[in-house]
Structures are given as C-alpha cells and as structure tokens.
C-alpha cells in the first residue's frame, strides 16, 4: 500500500525524513510484530474471531535489563491501562522491551516481558533487583474477541525474535491489528526525521498504534476530509479511542529533555483532528539510544555527551516530534486493508483516490 507522503499527504517542506521514514531509522533499534487472525462471524467470547496482535520496540539488540536506556513518559489522556509508567517517571531509565498489544492482554504481554528479562538476566530477583516492563494497550473489542486475551507469551516471544532494524510493517499488523483511527481501519504507523548536520544531525522516529478519533474530526493538510469522506454505514458516537506513541532518537537527551519532546506528540495528534476526548487514552513513551547505562559500572561516574545547545536542538526536536507523529498516523491509515472481525464488524481502508483527489481539489501546496 502506498504511505502518505507518496500520496502527497504530507506537507514535504519540513525536516526530510530517514531512509526509510520509520523508526528503525534509528540506529540500533529493532521493532517486531506478531499479528493473530483467525476465526469469522458471530463473536464467542473467550474463543474468537480473533483480530489481534504484539508489537515490540527494542531499543538496542542487547541487554535491555543490564544495560537499559534512557526514558521519559507522558499523559496525554489517561484513561487507559499502560504498565510500567510510574517507575519510568520516577528513574528515567527503559529496561525491557516496550510492547503494544490490546487492553484486556496486558496482564499476560508484561508476564511475557517478565519472563524474557529472566530467561536472558537469572539474576534478576536474586543478586539484582527486579525488572520494570513496559506495556502499552488500545482496545480492539469492536473487531476481536477481547475476553479471549489470545496474545501469549510464545507471540511476545516471537515478535521480540522477528524484531529487526528493517521499516516495520504498517496498517493492520501486530497491535495494530483490530484497531480503528477516525472510524477507519487504523494500526500500526512510523516516521522518522532527521536533523540538518549543523545540529548533529540525529535521528528522530515514531511509532504509533491508532485507536482513536470520531469520522468527522479527520484532518489532513489542514482540509477536514473527515467531514466529506466518511466510513460506509458510520454512526456519530463519543469519543473512546485511544492511541500509543513511541518516540526514539540518537540525540544525547536526558530524562527531562525526553519527557519534553513527549509534550509535543499531542501537536502531531491535534494536526489530524484529534481532540483527546474524555474516553480517550493517549500515552507517549520515549527514549535515547545515544548512551546504554550499565548496572555494573566500576566506577559511580562516567563521561557522557549532552547537548550544548539545549535551545536549538530541542527547538528543531520539538517540530520533528510533531510532524513525525502526523505522518505516523497517517501512514497507519495508508496501510491498513478493510479488515472485518467479529459479528461481522467491518473497518474499512481509507479511500486512498478520493482523499487524494479531494486534497488535489482543494490545491493546497506541497
């Protein structure tokens, strides 16, 4: 499926993007999906349809718990049930992989996570302390049978396996599976930008996992393309999506700094239409992959590389965090086919030809 920048979606007079305008354009950081679909028609809760999934960001390929990087989260909108935040917020540090999956699988997903730190740290519990893990979640019920709780630890297991530093599949793949953006069939997104070589020219990335929007708010280049393309047979409702964002850079950034350009995701998420309604859960995690800390230094200080110049580094991060977020859920609706799950429920692919031909209509400027 073609990405919304190849479809003149996005406004190209900003920071260029990676060589393959994801995450990955990180360097060293691995992303793996595992996606479940099985079963069709009437839902039997605890059985299926299923139309779920795992995706995993690893921040580096080696030892997360013994050499963790540093981390930052944020709140947009709480209402959602991510695991492993407060630690984040109180040490700055990430020490497993991140997973997205869907609500009711959180439990199981971080009993997976748990069970990979001890597989690959058996000091873990013993000789070092325990292990923070970290899960985000949207809820995919209106396409899968969620009582059901299908992601297990072999598809956790597996997606951390399959992780590599290739662009991630997009649209309807791992967490993104079941989801929906702005009535449409959302999933899975990424971008990446890159600063120009006079501000170190680090990378900025962003994964999202869409779930959120009503119909009508759907904003693209400023044209409310919502309120002229709906979805097939869409019904005005309230507000009870939600969307996971993942943001990754090279550039030195501490905790503080992180938790800064964190603020800004909700910008990219305010430029499509999103409001954050009061069901809404809207999370943001992010790290750098600048420094790997390590919890058995010889010695209690090391030299480190921060930023000179807070100011103009940050002041070009903070409108890459905003446009890669954009482009991010953009391209989760680009990608993503029609997917019909259970009692027949149906999430429709974005028509890709008439959002463009209207957006060509209205002669907005590339």
């Not at 993007?17 to 354009?25: H, K, L, M, S, V």
């Not at 479940?36 to 795992?54: A, C, D, E, I």
């Not at 030299?303 to 482009?327: I, K, Y």
Request: net charge neutral.
């Amino acid at each position: 499926m073609p990405r919304a920048r190849e479809l003149g979606l996005i406004n190209t007079s900003e920071l260029p993007p990676g060589p393959q305008n994801a995450i990955t354009d990180v360097p060293g950081l691995l992303v793996g999906h595992s996606t479940l679909v099985t079963g069709t028609g009437v839902l039997q809760p605890g059985h299926g349809p299923v139309r779920t999934g795992v995706t995993v960001v690893l921040p580096h390929g080696g030892n997360l718990f013994r050499n963790p990087v540093v981390g930052a989260v944020h709140t947009i909108n709480g209402y959602g049930k991510p695991l492993g935040f407060e630690q984040v917020r109180e040490l700055g540090l990430i020490e497993s992989p991140i997973a997205l999956t869907n609500t009711l699988n959180v439990g199981l997903v971080a009993d997976a996570l748990v069970q990979y730190a001890l597989r690959t740290s058996p000091e873990i519990g013993i000789s070092a302390s325990s292990v923070n893990v970290v899960v985000g979640e949207c809820n995919d019920g209106f396409l899968n049978d969620l009582q059901g709780r299908h992601v297990r630890a072999e598809h956790v297991f597996a997606a951390i396996e399959r992780a590599s530093a290739t662009a991630p599949a997009e649209g309807a793949v791992g967490a993104g599976t079941g989801t929906r953006c702005f009535g449409w069939k959302g999933g899975i997104g990424t971008a990446s930008r890159v600063l120009p070589a006079q501000l170190g020219g680090w990378t900025l990335g962003a994964l999202v996992q869409s779930n959120f929007g009503r119909p009508a708010e759907l904003v693209i280049r400023g044209v409310p393309v919502g309120q002229v393309v709906p979805p097939p047979g869409h019904a005005p409702a309230p507000e009870h999506g939600s969307v996971m964002i993942v943001l990754a850079t090279n550039a030195p950034l501490d905790a503080r700094q992180l938790h800064r350009l964190c603020g800004r995701a909700a910008a990219g998420l305010a430029r499509v239409g999103s409001v954050y309604g009061h069901g809404s859960g809207d999370f943001v995690i992010a790290f750098s992959t600048a420094w790997r800390l390590s919890r058995h230094a010889a010695l209690p200080s090391t030299a480190r590389t921060t930023l000179a110049d807070e100011e103009q580094v940050l002041g070009a991060l903070f409108p890459g965090v905003a446009a890669c977020v954009e482009e991010a859920v953009l391209n989760s609706l680009c990608c993503a086919t029609t997917v019909t799950g259970r009692d027949g429920n149906t999430a429709h692919a974005l028509p890709l030809d008439a959002v463009a031909a209207l957006l060509g209509s209205r002669r907005m400027p590339l």
